[in-house]
């Protein structure tokens, strides 16, 4: 399948991985909104957080280490965790995925 998401999960295409585990992948955003901008995938393809009724909780223990994660290593106060599921919810790339975003209380930005 030529999806981008599948191939940085399969290590065919080089990314900064965060964190691994039998069925997610979690890498580092290549155009970050803040810095430990991290993006959590199943591995397995699926087009987005909506199209069955298991994946969010499959990649749910993922995401909530890779928050924790990023807390601990970047000092970080909070994260946001979003999905876009949809083109026009502005999703861009059609593999699932979860953006997980350190937030700094000194440092709150926007959103
Ligand atoms: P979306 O808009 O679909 O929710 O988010 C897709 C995200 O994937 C964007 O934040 C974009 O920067 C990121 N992205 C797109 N291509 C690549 C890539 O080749 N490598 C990495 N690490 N991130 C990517
Ligand atoms: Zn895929």
Not at 62 to 69: D, E, I, P, T, Y
Not at 75 to 84: F, I, L, Q, T, Y
């Amino acid at each position: 399948m030529d999806c981008l998401f599948c191939k940085i999960a399969a290590g065919e295409i080089p990314s900064k991985k965060v964190y691994e585990d039998e069925v997610a992948f979690a890498f580092l955003d290549i155009s970050p909104w803040q810095e430990g901008h991290t993006l959590v995938v199943p591995k397995r393809h699926i087009a987005d957080v909506l199209a069955d009724d298991d994946v969010l909780a499959e990649i749910a223990p993922a995401v909530a280490r890779v928050g924790r994660l990023l807390i601990d290593k970047l000092g970080a106060d909070a994260c946001n965790v979003v999905s876009n599921a949809g083109a026009a919810s502005g999703q861009e790339v059609f593999h699932a995925h979860v953006h997980v975003l350190p937030r700094w209380a000194s440092n709150p930005g926007v959103g």
